[in-house]
């Protein structure tokens, strides 16, 4: 079945640094994907879909300049979060599918900003 | 504004009682979809419902839609402490590919 891999798996960085986040369709190519965002023992917070080769569509509230999307070919987006303070520490999960299939969503990335 | 919600929130029972989650949401929409997150991990896809009326069945879990209620169930029979984990329902607005989260059902099944 399709597979979507995201890495890493958890990262810790310091506030004011940036950090990458990878999401990878293994087997289908997605020309959409989906970032969401999710505080603990809360719901998923769609935070943008990632569009490729043409720019993210953020939802209202998110800022696109702290979280840079980049969706460069039909297998991988890239999320950046950028200049991270501790209130950025969050889970992190990407999703992508076919259309008529319900979206797969990669194992999220657990970031902490110390 | 769109709204997902689920109830209850929370959810202790029994194992061997039956249960069952709520799903409304608040626009038109004909796809909805179920997941389950254990702690620390990410979503496990468990019913896809494409239309008025579907009703998908796997294991101790039934779910179903309908569409002019805007309302879809999530029914626990005979529970087993390894359904213990968060249930979320998932709809998408007709007319989008985006997926908008209900709050979620955390359920905690008591040996």
């Known amino acids: 079945g399709a597979v979507v891999s995201q890495h890493p798996s958890w990262v810790i960085c310091k506030s004011g640094t940036s950090v990458k986040i990878e999401c990878r369709s293994l087997d289908f190519q997605a020309t959409t994907m989906f970032w969401y965002r999710q505080f603990p023992k809360q719901s998923l917070m769609l935070m943008a879909t990632?569009?490729?080769?043409?720019?993210?569509?953020?939802e209202q509230g998110v800022e696109k300049d702290k979280f840079l999307i980049n969706h460069a070919s039909l297998t991988l987006s890239t999320l950046t979060v950028t200049s991270a303070h501790p209130e950025d520490s969050s889970f992190y999960i990407c999703?992508?599918?076919?259309?008529?299939?319900?979206?797969?969503f990669g194992n999220g990335t657990r970031l902490t900003v110390t | 504004e769109l709204k997902v919600e689920q109830n209850p929130l929370f959810l202790s029972m029994q194992e061997g009682k039956n249960y069952t989650i709520y799903c409304n949401y608040s626009t038109t929409s004909d796809r909805l979809y179920w997941y389950r997150q254990d702690p620390g991990k990410s979503l496990e896809s468990l019913f896809v419902?494409?239309?008025?009326?579907a009703v998908k069945q796997e294991g101790r879990l039934m779910a179903s839609l309908d569409t002019k209620a805007r309302l879809s169930t999530l029914h626990i029979t005979a529970a087993v402490h390894d359904l213990s984990a968060t249930y979320f329902c998932a709809v998408e607005p007709k007319g989008t590919y985006k997926y908008i989260f209900g709050t979620g059902t955390r359920l905690k099944v008591l040996a």
């Open positions: 419902l494409l239309s008025n009326g």
């Open positions: 990632s569009n490729e080769g043409s720019k993210a569509t953020y």
């Open positions: 999703s992508a599918g076919g259309r008529d299939s319900p979206l797969h």
